[in-house]
């Protein structure tokens, strides 16, 4: 019998995060600003029934005028399928 943290060492988990726009005619971008979080995880890594959170927060840095700091967070329960929720908060 192993315990939780010899059977850890085997496990591996990396976090992919992108954006962008779509742009479309006569659109303005922002209309398509499009988010794609995600992780690839060892199996077992997480049991059936846990929930995975992610998110990312963005902050306008412009000097003038910024907009007030945005996040997207996603979450999804494992093991048990379209579990999945996103949120955007401000």
């Known amino acids: 019998m192993t ?3 010899e059977e ?3 496990l591996t988990a990396t976090m992919t995060m992108s954006n962008g726009f779509t742009i479309y005619e006569n659109l303005v971008e922002d209309d398509y600003w499009w988010w794609y979080l ?3 995880m060892s199996t077992g890594l997480l049991a059936d ?3 995975l ?3 990312a927060t963005m902050v306008d840095q412009t000097a003038e ?3 007030a700091p945005m996040t997207v967070g996603c979450a999804i329960t494992m093991g048990v399928d ?3 929720t996103i949120q ?3």
Do not use: C, H, K
């Open 3 to 5: 315990n939780r943290l």
């Open 82 to 84: 379209d579990t999945y």
């Open 88 to 90: 955007v908060f401000t």
């Open 38 to 40: 995600a992780t690839d």
């Open 65 to 67: 005028n910024p907009n």
């Open 49 to 51: 029934g846990e929930i």
């Open 8 to 10: 850890s060492a085997d």
């Open 53 to 55: 959170y992610q998110w």
